[in-house]
């Protein structure tokens, strides 16, 4: 197997490429997602608090794009409550408070490339 990195209109694909055999046409397997690259920034929808400034981490559970931001510093949110929407294969995945708390910093801007598990917002 041989794994290449492919770049086709700006988005990144990891792609393996295995031989079936003598003669035969190698087969490729498309990365599931492609990888983000740099995304042009776009001025923040509400002025950012201090990262990290609460106990509570809001950690986004997909690679994509910040679309919107549903909550301020200093908001109350209860559990379950939207906090963040990213954009991730043209669909838009709300980022939910894991408890109820108030929020102490928005850590991402609108327009922002995010990993999963990146820390998006804290609460206190």
Do not use: C, H
């Not at 209109?9 to 190698?26: C, I, L, Q, R």
């Not at 995304?39 to 559970?61: D, E, M, Y």
């Amino acid at each position: 197997m041989k794994n290449y990195t492919i770049t086709v209109n700006g988005n990144v694909y990891d792609v393996t490429v295995e031989e079936n055999g003598a003669g035969a046409a190698p087969a490729a397997r498309p990365a599931a997602a492609p990888v983000p690259t740099a995304a042009p920034k776009v001025a923040p929808a509400a002025p950012k608090a201090a990262a990290g400034a609460g106990s509570i981490q809001v950690k986004a559970g997909a690679a994509g794009k910040v679309f919107k931001i549903e909550a301020n510093v200093g908001q109350s949110v209860q559990a379950g409550d939207p906090v963040v929407i990213i954009e991730a294969m043209k669909m838009e995945i709300p980022v939910v408070a894991p408890e109820a708390g108030t929020v102490a910093s928005i850590d991402v801007a609108v327009g922002d490339a995010v990993e999963s598990g990146a820390v998006l917002a804290t609460l206190n």
